[in-house]
């Protein structure tokens, strides 16, 4: 089995560890490492360039302009499709905020390969280390319930940074622009359910072990307050 992993990067040239990257790299040959540079002004494309001329299993995407991380990983995987034939194709915070080794409890599901969508879940249990502000942890939570009930869709952590999706339904879900730029993992969902009433069955959440809020994220407490507009506008797209 191939999996393709889309990392969208926008000036990461400080914060991208290349020494796990690579380490992953070199260790997990089915996986092949997609760096997408959305429109980058410090040096990261030069890094993305370098690191990946290292690796058979690495590629680089540039896009000239900023698009934001919603048309980084739409482009990301778009293009992901003309590299191999993958059975799956997934996205990761370049932060790393959940670490590569989470990847390990993925592995059982994607390779069963019965599932459409297999994707992280930020849930608080005994044994986990989920590490969030206070207040991004509630906002994150209100957003979350709001989401789910709201567009029905049957998940709990709508907007972990790593999701995995069956490659056979990417161009169908990600050859569309999104009219949301910051919670374009709920209008993916929707999407998706949209078009599968089976959408449950179909979608794998996984409780992670570990996950970090890492410093330097690029959106803001504000922006949650955006929440019921952008909900509002995926919701008429799509149902209206």
């Known amino acids: 089995m191939s999996i393709c992993l889309v990392i969208p990067c926008y000036n990461e040239e400080r914060r991208l560890d290349i020494h796990e990257f690579s380490k992953f790299a070199a260790s997990n040959v089915g996986y092949h490492i997609l760096f997408v540079n959305d429109g980058s002004v410090d040096g990261t494309p030069f890094l993305l360039e370098k690191l990946t001329a290292q690796y058979e299993n690495m590629s680089f ?11 980084a990983v739409r482009q990301g995987f778009l293009h992901a499709l003309t590299l191999n034939d ?6 990761w915070d370049a932060d790393l905020a959940t670490p590569l080794s989470e990847l390990n409890q993925f592995s059982t599901p994607l390779r069963e390969n019965k599932y459409d969508i297999v994707m992280g879940s930020r849930v608080l249990r005994l044994g986990g280390h989920i590490e969030r502000k206070w207040y991004r942890h509630l906002l994150g939570r209100l957003f979350a319930t ?11 952590d709508t907007q972990c940074g790593a999701k ?6 990417v161009k169908d879900l990600f050859l569309s622009n999104f009219i949301s730029y910051w919670i374009f993992d709920v209008e993916l969902l929707f999407r998706y359910c949209q078009k599968n009433e089976n959408a449950s069955e179909r979608i ?8 970090v809020d890492v410093a330097g994220s690029k959106l803001s407490p504000l922006d949650f307050f ?5 909900l509002f506008k995926i919701y008429k797209k799509y149902k209206g």
């Open 61 to 71: 995407l540039n896009l000239e302009k900023n698009g934001g991380k919603a048309e």
């Open 86 to 91: 993958f059975s799956y194709i997934g996205f």
């Open 146 to 156: 709001v989401a789910s009930v709201s567009l029905k869709l049957p998940v709990y």
């Open 164 to 169: 995995f999706f069956k490659a056979s339904i």
């Open 204 to 211: 794998y959440e996984i409780p992670l072990n570990h996950w």
């Open 226 to 230: 955006k929440a019921p507009m952008e």
